[in-house]
């Protein structure tokens, strides 16, 4: 019995020591590597860049206040239509002192100088009607009553625009009431009724009252990087995605590209516009963003492969063409290759035009796979 069971240990110990060297031997042993496999392929290649940037109006402006005072009414708000010519707003006049006191000692001052001269008038008719005072003295005499009469007129003119912002003659040519000077939209009215406003000046800006764009004419307009705007050209066709309208898609026409780049993160962006053809049913806003696909370059119906699948080294250009094409499962027998230098063209990021060294239908390794049970 005891030998039985010794026996029984010396084959149990042998059959691990035996186990733990194959387990060795395998793990050593070079595991068999899958590839990609792409065939060669007629298709139509479109190389593009997507440049981001936004929709706004080719034409919008910023009414301001030609006098200084303060917003008495306004009769329009954001988003209502107006026509070149409408009051937007009005403005009533807060008048200097300094200048409202030379105002009216101008005005007194042609008062007086219109009273002296109607008084020589008066006496100069006078002495016309006896044929004392000869023609010439009267024409003179009536030259300065109406000098006089028009100087007062003027200072009390002066005097309205003074304290008004409207000459008393002319009530429709004021600057108390702002108007649109185009035909549009209104976009924004950042004043409210008592807001004090500046006029335009050479030192002042002035206080913009609305903002007025025509919405019928929309620009693309965004940034592209200085790699890809050598391959830009006017009049390009571009294909404008707007997100906030649940990705829309509209086209556009590329027209304008500046001269002129600026430092964005380390990298030169340069401006483009484009004017987009957005029909009339479609509501657009100021200041939508948007993405702009435009196609640099294209071929069709060209020879090309995986990009993946092209090696380059020392200058030369290859790939790894399958020299045995046996299927094996779904898959093909990919150990025998063989070294094929290519040339290339147009690339669209993931498949390369091959235009030299590959026939249509040929099969080529790619890279390993490595999810691979």
């Given at each position: 019995m005891k030998t039985i069971s010794k026996w029984l240990l010396l084959a149990l110990l042998l059959a691990g020591v035996i186990a733990t060297f194959y387990s060795l031997w395998k793990r050593q042993q070079p595991k068999p590597v899958n590839y990609e496999v792409h065939k060669v392929e007629r298709r139509d290649l479109q190389k593009q860049t997507i440049v981001t940037g936004k929709v706004e109006p080719r034409d919008e402006v910023a009414v301001k206040a030609q006098i200084q005072g303060i917003v008495a009414e306004i009769y329009k708000e954001a988003g209502q239509t107006i026509k070149v010519g409408e009051a937007i707003a009005k403005i009533k006049v807060v008048p200097d002192m300094q200048s409202l006191s030379n105002a009216e000692s101008r005005v007194r001052l042609a008062e007086y100088s219109l009273q002296n001269v109607m008084q020589v008038f008066t006496r100069d008719s006078a002495l016309y009607s006896k044929k004392i005072l000869s023609r010439e003295d009267y024409d003179k005499s009536l030259l300065q009553l109406k000098q006089a009469r028009e100087e007062l007129k003027s200072a009390n003119d002066n005097l309205s625009i003074v304290r008004e912002g409207v000459a008393a003659s002319s009530k429709e040519a004021g600057n108390t009431i702002v108007r649109s000077s185009i035909n549009g939209t209104i976009l924004e009215v950042p004043v409210k009724v008592g807001n004090s406003v500046q006029q335009v000046g050479a030192f002042s800006e002035g206080t913009t009252i609305a903002t007025v764009a025509d919405m019928t004419d929309m620009l693309f307009v965004g940034n592209i990087d200085e790699t890809d705007v050598g391959?830009?050209?006017?009049?390009?066709?571009?294909?404008?995605?707007?997100?906030?309208?649940?990705?829309?898609?509209?086209?556009?026409?590329?027209?304008?590209?500046?001269?002129?780049?600026?430092?964005?993160?380390?990298?030169?962006?340069?401006?483009?516009?484009?004017?987009?053809?957005?029909?009339?049913?479609?509501?657009?806003?100021?200041?939508?963003?948007?993405?702009?696909?435009?196609?640099?370059?294209?071929?069709?119906?060209?020879?090309?492969?995986?990009?993946?699948?092209?090696?380059?080294?020392?200058?030369?250009?290859?790939?790894?063409?399958?020299?045995?094409?046996?299927?094996?499962?779904?898959?093909?027998?990919?150990?025998?290759?063989?070294?094929?230098?290519?040339?290339?063209?147009?690339s669209d990021g993931i498949n390369i035009e091959i235009t030299e060294g590959l026939k249509e239908g040929d099969l080529v390794r790619g890279n390993p796979i490595t999810n691979i049970k």
């Open positions: 391959k830009l050209r006017e009049e390009m066709p571009m294909n404008l995605i707007i997100g906030a309208l649940n990705d829309c898609q509209f086209r556009a026409k590329l027209e304008y590209i500046s001269p002129k780049g600026t430092e964005s993160n380390g990298a030169m962006m340069f401006e483009i516009k484009g004017a987009a053809e957005i029909p009339d049913s479609v509501a657009i806003r100021s200041g939508y963003s948007a993405n702009a696909e435009i196609v640099l370059q294209s071929r069709t119906n060209v020879l090309s492969i995986a990009e993946a699948a092209v090696h380059t080294q020392n200058d030369s250009t290859f790939v790894e063409l399958l020299t045995d094409t046996t299927k094996i499962g779904d898959g093909y027998n990919t150990q025998n290759i063989e070294k094929r230098l290519v040339r290339t063209g147009m």
